[in-house]
Structures are given as structure tokens and as C-alpha cells.
């Protein structure tokens, strides 16, 4: 298979904020943001797969600065990762303030994705070519994210798993909660 620059799927989308993508506080819906981050998201990982292509998991998505009515907001994803089947694309999403130009980075995310074959199964997706210090750190720390997920979902498994019902008395002692259970 064909390795392919990561450069041949970076992909930008830029879209005006209309009045209909607010929520009742006149700040765009963060559902309208993450509609556009998986469109971005798709678009760039099935150009680099060259197949059709899944959403399997969001990270660190977080709305810390407010999306105003009237910017324009731009999406800037790049495929960051891959591994046989499934591809990590990194999105930096920006919104500019048309009439003073400022522009503020309101938030950079990672979408892991898969590329499906015509029987909707797992494909193998190209191998990336890395051609600068930029492209090889970006690899580096997706490898290493992958990593730490894969131990945070083990650790949750197992949180889950152990839960002592029974002590729930102490455990939650200093928490906001009221036990209050009848019977
Ligand atoms: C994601 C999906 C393809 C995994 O299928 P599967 O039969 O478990 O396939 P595999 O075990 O071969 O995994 C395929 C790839 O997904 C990755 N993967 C599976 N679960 C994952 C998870 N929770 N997080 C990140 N990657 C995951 C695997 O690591 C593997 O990657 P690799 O080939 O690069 O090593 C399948 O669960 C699916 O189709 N889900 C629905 C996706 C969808 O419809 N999304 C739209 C939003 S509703």
C-alpha cells in the first residue's frame, strides 16, 4: 500500500456563525461546533484512507472560550496517527471576529476513526509519510495518547468492576450526596 504525506489530506473548513446556532445565552450550540469537528474529521481521514470512514472516539473536546454570533469559525484538521485500520486526525478550531480580525484558538481535539470497506468492515489505511519535526511529534504523541487511553479504559474497567456498595456510607461521606435508600 501507497504511504501518503500527511500534507495530500489536511483539510480546512470554515463556516459563518448564524443566529440559528444559538443556545437560549446568544453563544453558538456546542453541538454546531462538534457537528463541523466530525465533518472535518471524516473528510480528512477518508482522503487519506481513500474508503469510507467511522467516528470511533472524540478526546478533549472542551468549550472553554464561547463560540459569539457573526464569527467565523475555521476548523484546521490534519491526520496525526495511524495504525492499520484506524487513523487519529488533530483539529485546531479557531474563531475569528470579522470586524477587528482577532482571531481566538478555542479549542484543539482528536477524532479516531476507522476506515470501512464496502462489506463495512475494518481496512487496512495507507501508512503516513512524515515530512517535518512538526508531522513526527504529532505521530509521537498520538502514539503515546493511544497508550495512556488504552491504560485509562483498563483502570475504568476495573473501578467498575470494584465497586463496594456496601461501604458506600464512608466512601461517600464528604461527597454532595444523600443516601436514601428504602427497604
Ligand atoms: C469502531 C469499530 C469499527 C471497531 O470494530 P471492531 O470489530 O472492534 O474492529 P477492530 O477490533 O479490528 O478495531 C478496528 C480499529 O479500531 C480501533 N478501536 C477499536 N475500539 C476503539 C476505541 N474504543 N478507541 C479507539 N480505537 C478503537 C482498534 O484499535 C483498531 O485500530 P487498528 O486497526 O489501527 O489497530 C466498530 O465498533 C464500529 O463500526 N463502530 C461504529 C462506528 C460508528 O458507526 N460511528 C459513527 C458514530 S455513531
Request: proline share 4%; hydrophobic share 40%; aromatic share 4%.
Amino acid at each position: 500500500m501507497q504511504p501518503r504525506p500527511v500534507q495530500e489530506s489536511q483539510t480546512t473548513i470554515t463556516e459563518l456563525m448564524i443566529p440559528s446556532y444559538a443556545n437560549f445565552g446568544g453563544k453558538i450550540h456546542g453541538g454546531i461546533l462538534l457537528s463541523l469537528m466530525d465533518k472535518v474529521a471524516y473528510a480528512t481521514a477518508s482522503k487519506h484512507a481513500g474508503t469510507y470512514c467511522v467516528t470511533v472516539s472524540v478526546d478533549k473536546v472542551e468549550f472553554l472560550q464561547p463560540v459569539e454570533v457573526g464569527e467565523l469559525v475555521s476548523l484546521k484538521a490534519s491526520v496525526n496517527y495511524v495504525g492499520r485500520t484506524s487513523l487519529i486526525v488533530g483539529i485546531r478550531v479557531e474563531a475569528q471576529n470579522v470586524k477587528t480580525s482577532v482571531i481566538k484558538h478555542t479549542n484543539s481535539c482528536f477524532f479516531t476513526m476507522v476506515a470501512k470497506d464496502d462489506n463495512n468492515k475494518p481496512t487496512e489505511v495507507p501508512p503516513l509519510i512524515l515530512e517535518n519535526n512538526e508531522d513526527i511529534k504529532r505521530f509521537i504523541e498520538s502514539m503515546r495518547m493511544k497508550e495512556i487511553k488504552q491504560k485509562v479504559r483498563e483502570e475504568m474497567d476495573d473501578a467498575k468492576s470494584s465497586v463496594d456498595v456496601a461501604n458506600a456510607k464512608e466512601l461517600l461521606r464528604d461527597e454532595r450526596c444523600v443516601i436514601n435508600v428504602k427497604g
